[in-house]
């Protein structure tokens, strides 16, 4: 039977928090096809903390080491290549370490229908490792601690966080934006696919934007903005989302 929605996952070896992203998909009342992309996909499927999902979520091989160099090129081109397999007419990216608040995705769809947008999108709470929420009084992606003041600054000013709560509220903002940091974070999106095949990934990252921490997903969003794509967001942190790792790159 054919699903509505394509949701995609990459991840590496940490099993414990797939099983939390994993349940998060299952949780929801949308019909979801959850594809895992892995370069230990053997690993995985031998996994038995892994079984109880065998029939509901499939694991896919990807090619290469893991934790080889800068994150955002890499995961551009994962992003990219992942889109190839979908065939349902919606899609979403959903990390390993982070997960969807009961009707997320339900809630976008009805949003896309309704509004007659290429994607919606959600907003998030920050959580530490522990699960805890974060306290808001800090930038969290940023180690120079001058321009990381800089940018919570910035996010207050703006009204895309508050100090003492964990709410990212993305999106585009109506005020100047210098350091280009209003975005919407991979996780929080839902596509029309053939929307997100027509604009396609950005593989091209320079120095600066290495040195910048810029994403993939800003990439994006900037992409979106400058097509003048008709999006729209639901304004319900509806994604969790976990602070301190990402998939495919790690500093020893």
């Known amino acids: 039977m054919s699903k509505e929605i394509c949701v995609i996952t990459f991840t590496v070896d940490r099993v ?27 690993q995985l499927l031998r996994d038995a903390r892994l079984d109880f999902c065998r029939s509901t979520t499939e694991f896919f091989p990807l090619e290469g080491l893991p934790h080889q160099g800068p994150s955002s090129p890499r995961m551009a081109m994962l992003r990219q290549h992942a889109l190839s397999f979908v065939r349902e007419p919606y899609m979403c990216f959903l990390d390993d370490d982070n997960e969807m608040e009961a009707g997320h995705l339900n809630s976008l769809l ?21 699960g805890k929420h974060f306290d808001g009084s800090s930038y969290p992606w940023h180690s120079d601690e001058q321009e990381a003041y800089k940018r919570w600054q910035w996010c207050i000013a703006a009204g895309v966080m508050m100090e ?8 585009p903002v109506a005020v100047p934006d210098p350091m280009q940091l209003a975005t919407v974070d991979m996780n929080e999106w839902l596509f029309h696919t053939a929307t997100l095949r027509e604009i396609g990934l950005d593989f091209s990252f320079s120095e600066q934007d ?42 020893n």
């Open 16 to 42: 414990p928090s797939l099983i939390r992203c994993i349940n998060s998909v299952l949780l929801q009342d949308a019909s979801v096809r959850h594809m895992v992309f892995s370069e230990n996909q053997p």
């Open 110 to 130: 009805a949003i896309i229908r309704e509004q007659q947008v290429g994607a919606a999108y959600s907003w998030r709470s920050l959580l530490y490792a522990d």
């Open 164 to 171: 003492g709560q964990s709410v990212m509220k993305d999106g």
């Open 210 to 251: 290495l040195r910048n921490r810029v994403g993939e997903d800003d990439k994006l969003f900037a992409r979106i903005r400058s097509l003048q794509l008709p999006i729209a967001g639901s304004g319900i942190p509806s994604i969790r989302y976990y602070l301190g790792g990402v998939s495919n790159y790690r500093i």
